[in-house]
Each structure stands twice: as structure tokens, then as C-alpha cells.
């Protein structure tokens, strides 16, 4: 299978537990994206890369939200001290970045977060 | 920041019925992708609209960009069980080179047979 992986599936943790989420994307896709989604919501965008750069991330995300793409492949986010509040399907999209911003996003299956 | 805004929210037809979904931006926008994420699953991209007024069709669905870039729709002509899902578009801003691509609340479709 050549589409944007993401491990885990599934993740229940307790509140204050921290969880780390990674995502592999399309081999040749340099873009890569992770929004998070709540039921009957829409993506809500977190932060995204061109390569290795992190190039924008979400204003509303607060300090305990950590996303790496170290060799500008795969990418880990990173959730410390989890609340209740952080319970959500974590999704992950790459694209083919190109000069005029107009690349699909091509989404993984997701990773979704319980935190009790 | 920029918001992207879809209505109605949830929209129930009879099957052969037309549907139509909105989506306005509080800013200008680049250019417009439309997904449609079936129920259990992710968001799969169906097109993209780049220039003003431009107009799309993908079989019995027809896709609008606004003249002013600020709005589009999707509309779909006698709908069918298997478009049952929820319909997003998600934009970019126009006014800085930004990848960044933000998503409506979006339009969730069911159909009765």
C-alpha cells in the first residue's frame, strides 16, 4: 500500500499520560499535514510541513502539541500531559507542495484518541 | 483568521432529489478543494476550483468557485444512496503563500431510497 500511513489506530490513554502519533506519508509527496477532528467537525488544521520545515502551525494549539518531520519523511505528534479535552481523531495528509499552493491532500486512516 | 463557513449542515433528500451545499470564506481565497469523507472514514479529495467564476463537473456533480473568490458550491443532481457522506471544502488563503488549507464544519448528506 502506497497511501499516507498512520500508526496507531487506536490510542486510550489517562489524562496526563503524554501519546506520540506518527505518520508516514506518500514517498514523494514533500508536504505534510496534521489536522485533528471532532465528531460532526470538520478538519481542524494543527500545523504543516514542506520537507523537514514547519512552516505555519495553528495558533489555537497550545504548548503541549509538538510535530517533528526530522528527515522530512515520516512525522511524529506529540500530545504531553493529555486532557479529556484532547480526544479527537488525529488525521495526517501529504501533498505534492507546489509553487502555487494548489496540491490535493491525500489523508490517512487517522489516529484516534481517547483520553479518560 | 481565516474561517470557511458551509451550509446547511445537514441535509436529508429522497433519492433522485438534487442537493446543494454552500461554503463562504471570510477572506479571499486562492483556491478551493471539495472532499467527501464517507461515514467511518477519511476525507477523499474530489476536485479543485482555481479561478473566478470557474464551474466543474464530475458526472452529476457540478462545483462552483465564486467571481469574487469568496464562495462556492457543490450541487448534485438526483442523488443517489451512494453519495450519502459529509461534503467539506476547504480553502486557501489569497492573500499570502500559504499551504495551509482550512475546512468548513461541512454538509452532511444522507439519502433515503
Known amino acids: 500500500d502506497t497511501g499516507v500511513s498512520q500508526d496507531p489506530r487506536h490510542k486510550i490513554t489517562k489524562r496526563g499520560q503524554n501519546v506520540t502519533f506518527r505518520c508516514d506519508p506518500i514517498?514523494?509527496?514533500?508536504?505534510l499535514y496534521w489536522y485533528r477532528q471532532t465528531l460532526g467537525q470538520g478538519p481542524e488544521f494543527l500545523t504543516y510541513?514542506?520537507?523537514?520545515?514547519?512552516?505555519?502551525k495553528s495558533r489555537l494549539l497550545s504548548d503541549r502539541f509538538s510535530a517533528e518531520r526530522p528527515k522530512g519523511s515520516f512525522s511524529t505528534l506529540e500530545i504531553q500531559r493529555t486532557e479529556q479535552g484532547d480526544s479527537a481523531m488525529y488525521l495526517c495528509?501529504?501533498?505534492?507542495?507546489?509553487?502555487?499552493?494548489?496540491?490535493?491532500?491525500?489523508f490517512g486512516e487517522g489516529s484516534r484518541l481517547t483520553v479518560l | 483568521g481565516q474561517q470557511v463557513m458551509q451550509i446547511p449542515q445537514y441535509q436529508h433528500v429522497q433519492e433522485g432529489e438534487d442537493f446543494t451545499t454552500y461554503c463562504n470564506s471570510s477572506?479571499?481565497?486562492?483556491?478551493i478543494q471539495w472532499y467527501k469523507q464517507r461515514p467511518g472514514g477519511h476525507p477523499v479529495f474530489l476536485i479543485q476550483?482555481?479561478?473566478?467564476?470557474e464551474v466543474k463537473k464530475q458526472k452529476r456533480l457540478t462545483f462552483q468557485f465564486g467571481e469574487a473568490k469568496k464562495n462556492s458550491s457543490l450541487h448534485i443532481t438526483a442523488t443517489q444512496t451512494t453519495d450519502v457522506g459529509t461534503y467539506f471544502c476547504?480553502?486557501?488563503?489569497?492573500?499570502?503563500?500559504?499551504?495551509?488549507?482550512?475546512f468548513g464544519q461541512g454538509t452532511t448528506l444522507q439519502v433515503k431510497p
Open positions: 510541513f514542506q520537507n523537514e520545515a514547519q512552516l505555519e
Open positions: 495528509a501529504s501533498s505534492l507542495g507546489i509553487t502555487d499552493n494548489t496540491g490535493e491532500l491525500f
Open positions: 477572506t479571499t481565497l486562492s483556491n
Open positions: 476547504a480553502g486557501r488563503g489569497g492573500s499570502s503563500n500559504t499551504g495551509k488549507l482550512i
Open positions: 514517498s514523494e509527496h514533500n508536504r
Open positions: 476550483l482555481v479561478k473566478s467564476g
